[in-house]
Nanobody, 118 residues
């Protein structure tokens, strides 16, 4: 079993930055991919960014390209999301997820709230 725990959410003003972290623990951890998703109130959970754990290739949703950066620390089993230029449209609960057995995401964290308001 893998446990994922997000941290780093909070209340910021438009234009500010936040850095989210996802710490993985449990079984020996060697995912295929890890990703960030978000869910705004009343909306479906949507893809934000993902990273191939082995080669570090990254993928972004169009809405966050150029503003968000995903990275991983394989030694520490942590995933980060640096979010710059936050806007009210970025306000959501952010979840990290790990694809371990296939390209489908098998494990999810509980989420961390990001609020953007002036």
């Amino acid at each position: 079993q893998v446990h994922l725990e997000e941290s780093g959410g909070g209340l910021v003003q438009p234009g500010d930055s936040l850095r989210l972290t996802c710490a993985a623990s449990g079984r020996p951890f060697s995912p295929i991919t890890m990703g960030w998703f978000r869910q705004a109130p009343g909306q479906k959970r949507t893809f934000v960014a993902a990273i191939n754990w082995k080669d570090g290739n990254t993928y972004y949703a169009d809405a966050v390209k150029g503003r968000f950066t995903i990275s991983r620390d394989s030694a520490e089993n942590t995933l980060t999301l640096q979010m710059n230029g936050l806007q009210p449209g970025d306000m959501a609960v952010y979840f990290c997820a790990a694809a371990v057995f296939s390209t489908n995401y098998d494990y999810w964290g509980q989420g961390t709230q990001v609020t953007v308001a002036s």
